[in-house]
C-alpha cells in the first residue's frame, strides 16, 4: 500500500518536473513578454485584499460573542473595554493601510511607458504619521496604565485571602480558617506527602487552616489570591475573571479581583446548565501541563461563610501533626482544630 | 595600505585556487561563507517547519492515530499512535529555539551581513576574514551540538525555547531537562560565540572598509540595518551567555542563582536564595533585542529590494535610518514586557508599557514609508518583491496586535495564549522568514550567477502568504477565546473545548505551507545549475554588488574599487537616460538629471576622492 503512494508521489513529481521543463522550453522559444505574470501578481494582490477583508469582517462578524470568554469580575470588564477599544482603533488603522497597500501595488503595477515618480521625502507627511501614533498611542498608554495601577493597588484589608499552590502537575488552594482568618506560615522544608502546604505547625494561624480542591469565591468581594509553586514556574489562570499570575517557587506573588457573577448567574447568562468556571496553568512546567484544571466555584457571600465554617482543619485530618506543635501552643492547637482534648494527652505522652 | 594588502590577499587566492578544502570548506571568503551560512540555515528551517508540522498534526487532527510517523519517531509515539506529551513539548521547544536563533539569526544575518556587506560597502573582504571563518564554524559545531540532542533517549530540551528554570534546571521536573538540556546549553553558547565573531567583523568592516566616497549617510538601509543588529548582538547576546553560565552552574555545580524552596520528587532541594525572575530578566534582556536582530535585516533587505522594484527611491531615507537607530535603542529597555505577570514589580511594568507602546512609533513610521514607496512607482513583481510586500503585509498585521499586548493590563488577558502566538509568528517569524526568501531570490544571480525561475517563485509566494495568514490569522481568535499556548490538547478544559475545526484549518495550511517550500527548494537547486545565465545587474539595481561581474571571485572586483559619488536611492530620477544611477556614476557624467545641490558637488568630485585616500594612507 506505502508502495503504491510513493510511486504515486514520484509519478507526480516526474510529471510536474516535465510540465515545468517544458513550459521553460516554452518560454524561450516564445520570447513572451514579462508583463503577463506582473499583471497576474498585480491582481492577486487585488483579489487577497479584496478576499482577505471580507474573510476577516465576515467571521468576526458570523462569530461575534463566541470567541471572548464572558467576563465575570469587575477589573476584567475595565480591560476588555481596553482591549475593544484597542480593537477598533487597530482594525481602522489595519484596515486602511491594508487596502492602500495591496490598492497601490495593483495600481502602480509596471507599465513600460510609464515612469515612476522621483518622490524621495516629504516633511510634512512623515511629520504627520509621527504625530499621529504617537497621539493615539498616548490615550492608549494613559488609559493602560490608569487600569493597570488600580489593578495592582493594594488589596483591601477586608479581602478574603486565599492561597493557590501549584505544583506538577495540580493545583490546591489553602484557605486560612474561620477562626483566625489568618493563613498560617508555611515552610518548604517541612512538605511531605501529607503535609502539602508545608503548614509550619509552630505559627498559631496554621492550626484552623483547611485544604480545598475546589476554589470557592465569594460574589461581589475582593478576593486576594496569594500565590506561590513548590517545584516549577506555574501560572494562575482564570480566564472569566481575567486574572493571571505566575506561580514561582521561592517568590511569592499576588493577584486581587472581585468576581461579580456566581456560578449559577453565569448558567443562565450563557444558557448553558453545565457551565463551570475553571483555573488552567499558562506557564509551561512539564509533561502534564495542559492538565492542571481546578474547579472553582462562585456563591453568594452568605453561602461562602456557610461553606468556610463546613470545612474541616487540615489538622484536625491529620493529627499526626500535632507532634509538630510546640508544647506551650498544643492546647490552643486543640481548640482552633477541634480536635478532641484527650487525643491531645495521649499524643503528647507517645512523644515522650 | 589598504589596497595594497588587497591586492596581496588577491594573489595567495589565485595560488590556492583549485584546493577543494580552502574554496569550499574552510574558506576565508565572505561570499562562500555567506553561503554556509544560507545552506546551513535553510536545512534548519526546513527541520523546524517540519518539527511544526508534527506538533500541528496533534493539535489540528487529535483523534489522528500516527503510527506512520514509527519509523521517523520511535518511542516518542505511544502505544496508541500519539505523541507523547513530553515529547510535543521538546518539538514546541526546538521548533522556537531552531527557527529563532538557527534559521533568523545565524541563516539570516550570517548569510546577508556576510553577502551583502562587503560587496554594499565596497570592500574586498571582511576585515578579518580568519574570524569570519571560524565565526561559521562554531555556528557549524554548535548546529552538531543542537541536532545531537534530538536523537538521545531522555529527549531534547523541552522547556520552552525560553528554558525558564527551575524547569529546565531540573531532570526530576521534565526528562529533557537532562542531557538535553545539557546540549542546548553547550550549542547556545557555542552559538553566542559565532555570532559575537560575526557581529565584530560586520561593524568592524562597515565603519573601517568602506570604499572611497562611501559615507554613512550613502550607505544602502541594508546596511545600516546590518550594521546597527550587529550593534544590537554584541550588546546583548553576552547577556544570554551569562544567564546560560549560571544555569549551568544551578545544573551541575550545586548553586542556587535561580532555585529557592522548590519540593520536587518527594525532597526538598538545599538550594534557597536564588529567583528565577532573575533568569528571566537576564534571558529577555537578550530575548527581546533577539526579536529585532531577527527583524532588522529583513526590513533592510526589504527597503533594498522594494526601492529597486519600484524604480522609485525609498521614501524618507533618513526617516527609515532613524527609526531603525530608534528601534535598536528601544529594543534594549522593554525586556520586561514579557513579563507583567511573572510577579514583578507593577510599578516597573507602567515603565514598560510605556517603553513598549513608544517603539509603535518608528515601527508605524517604517509601515507608512514603504507604502509610500510602493504609490506611484513602476512595481516589478519579481520574487524577492513579492516577499518583500508580503514581509511588509506581515509586519502590519502582526505589528498591530503588539499594541494589545504591550498594554500591561490588556496583556494580562492575553499572556501566554495563541493570541501572543499569533503576534509573534506574523510580526517577527514570517517577517523575518519572508526576508530571508526575499533575499535569497533577489541575490540568488550574484551568489550563483544565475536567475531563479520567477514563475515558480510567484507561486511559491502565493502559496506561501495565503497559506502563512491561514495559519496565524485564526490563532487571534484562538487567543481571544483564551486558549494557553504549549497545551497538548484543551479537552481536559469546558472553557477551551471549542474551535476544533479553527485548529483543524490551521494544521491543514501548515501543512500546505510547508509543502510549498519544496517548490522553493526545487527552485534554488535547480536554478544554481541550470538557471538561465544572469547578466551582471539583472534588476537594473543601483548598489555596488551589481557593479562586480557575473560571479564575483575572490576580492569581488577584478580591478579598482569603484568610488561612490551618490546615494543608493538614484532610480527614475527626473531628466536621466536609464531609470537608475549606479552609486559609482559621478555627478559629472549625469548633467541632464542632477539636482542643483548636486551640480555643486561636481567641483568636489575629484578632489574629495583623494583627500580620503590622503586620510586613509595616514592610518
Partial sequence: MSMIIGLGVVLVVVILFMIFRIGNLMEVAKEKKEDSWNNINAILFLLFMVFGLIGFFWYSYEKWGTYEPPVASVHGEVTDNLFWVTMWITVVAFTILFIVMFWFAFAYRYDKNRKAAFFADSHVLELTWTIIPAAILTLLIIKGLSVWNDITSPPAKDATVIEMIGQQFAWTAHYPGVKDQELGHHNYKMIDAINEFGLDLADKNSFDDFKSLTLYLPKGKEVLLKIRAKDVIHSVYLPHFRVKMDAVPGVETHFKFTPTKTTEEMREETNNPNFNYEMACAEVCGKGHFSMRFPVVVVEPEEYDKWMAAQEPWLKQNPDYMKYVPANLKEAAMIKAGLPMENSTSNTVTLK | ?619
Fill in chain 2, 1 to 619: 595600505m589598504a589596497h595594497d594588502t588587497h591586492t596581496h590577499d588577491e594573489g595567495h587566492g589565485h595560488e590556492h585556487h583549485g584546493n577543494f578544502w580552502t574554496t569550499y570548506i574552510f574558506s576565508e571568503d565572505h561570499k562562500v561563507i555567506a553561503k554556509q551560512f544560507l545552506i546551513t540555515g535553510m536545512a534548519w528551517a526546513l527541520l523546524g517547519g517540519i518539527l511544526s508540522v508534527i506538533f500541528r498534526l496533534q493539535l489540528g487532527f487529535p483523534d489522528a492515530n500516527l503510527s506512520w510517523l514509527k519509523p521517523i519517531l520511535g518511542g516518542w509515539l505511544t502505544a496508541e499512535g500519539k505523541i507523547d506529551p513530553e515529547f510535543y513539548l521538546a518539538l514546541v521547544t526546538m521548533h522556537g529555539t531552531i527557527m529563532v536563533f538557527f534559521v533568523l539569526t545565524a541563516g539570516l544575518s550570517g548569510t546577508f551581513s556576510n553577502f551583502l556587506i562587503p560587496l554594499q560597502v565596497g570592500a574586498r573582504d571582511m576585515a578579518s576574514g580568519f574570524m569570519n571563518m571560524l565565526s561559521y564554524w562554531f555556528f557549524f559545531i554548535s548546529s552538531c551540538f543542537m541536532f545531537t540532542s534530538l536523537f538521545i533517549s531522555t529527549g531534547p530540551a523541552a522547556g520552552g525555547w525560553v528554558i525558564y528554570p527551575p524547569l529546565s534546571a531540573l531532570p526530576q521536573a521534565i526528562s529533557g531537562s537532562g542531557l538535553g538540556m545539557t546540549l542546548w546549553l553547550i550549542s547556545m553558547a557555542l552559538f553566542i560565540v559565532s555570532s559575537l565573531l560575526g557581529s565584530i567583523n560586520y561593524i568592524t568592516t562597515v565603519i573601517n572598509l568602506r570604499t572611497v566616497g562611501m559615507s554613512f549617510s550613502k550607505l544602502p538601509l541594508t546596511i545600516w540595518a546590518f550594521f546597527l543588529t550587529a550593534i544590537i548582538g554584541i550588546l546583548s547576546f553576552p547577556v544570554l551567555f551569562a544567564a546560560a553560565l549560571l544555569l549551568i552552574f544551578d545544573r551541575s555545580f550545586g548553586t542556587s542563582f535561580y532555585l529557592s524552596d522548590i519540593y520536587i520528587g518527594g525532597e526538598a532541594l538545599p538550594n534557597q536564595g536564588g529567583s528565577p525572575i532573575l533568569f528571566q530578566h537576564l534571558f529577555w534582556f537578550l530575548g527581546h533585542p533577539e526579536v529585532y536582530i531577527v527583524l532588522l535585516p529583513a526590513l533592510g533587505i526589504t527597503s533594498e529590494i522594494i526601492a529597486t522594484n519600484s524604480r522609485k527611491p525609498i521614501f524618507g531615507y533618513k526617516a527609515m535610518v532613524g527609526s531603525i537607530l530608534f528601534i535598536a535603542i528601544l529594543s534594549f529597555v522593554v525586556w520586561a514586557h514579557h513579563m507583567f505577570v511573572t510577579g514583578m514589580n507593577p510599578f516597573l511594568g507602567s515603565i514598560f508599557t510605556l517603553l513598549t507602546l513608544i517603539i509603535a512609533v518608528p515601527s508605524a513610521v517604517k509601515i507608512f514609508n514603504y507604502v509610500t514607496t510602493i504609490w506611484r512607482g513602476n512595481l516589478r513583481f519579481t520574487p524577492g518583491m513579492l516577499f518583500s510586500l508580503g514581509l511588509v503585509s506581515f509586519f502590519l498585521t502582526g505589528g498591530i496586535t503588539g499594541i494589545f499586548l504591550g498594554n500591561s493590563a490588556v496583556d494580562i488577558q492575553l499572556h501566554d495564549t495563541y493570541f501572543v502566538v499569533a503576534h509573534f509568528h506574523l510580526v517577527m517569524g514570517s517577517a523575518s522568514f519572508f526576508g530571508m526568501l526575499a533575499g535569497i531570490y533577489h541575490w540568488f544571480p550574484k551568489m550563483f550567477g544565475r536567475m531563479m525561475n520567477e514563475k515558480l517563485g510567484s507561486i511559491h509566494f502565493w502559496i506561501t502568504f495565503i497559506g502563512v495568514y491561514m495559519v496565524f490569522f485564526p490563532m487571534h481568535y484562538i487567543g481571544i477565546a483564551g486558549f494557553p499556548r504549549r497545551y497538548y490538547t484543551w479537552t481536559n478544559f469546558e472553557t477551551f473545548s471549542g474551535f476544533a475545526d479553527l485548529n483543524f484549518v490551521v494544521s491543514v495550511a501548515a501543512i500546505v505551507t510547508l509543502g510549498a517550500q519544496f517548490i522553493f527548494l526545487f527552485n534554488f537547486f535547480y536554478s544554481m545549475f541550470r538557471g538561465r545565465i544572469a547578466s551582471a545587474n539583472p534588476w537594473q539595481s543601483n548598489t555596488l554588488e551589481w557593479t562586480t561581474p557575473r560571479n564575483p571571485g575572490h576580492g569581488n572586483w577584478p580591478g579598482e574599487i569603484p568610488t561612490v559619488y551618490r546615494w543608493p536611492y538614484d532610480y527614475s530620477k527626473p531628466g536621466a537616460k536609464e531609470d537608475f544611477i549606479p552609486q559609482n556614476i559621478p555627478f559629472s557624467e549625469t548633467p541632464e538629471s542632477n539636482l542643483p545641490h548636486e551640480n555643486e558637488l561636481i567641483k568636489l568630485e575629484g578632489v574629495e576622492g583623494n583627500a580620503i585616500v590622503v586620510e586613509e594612507k595616514k592610518h
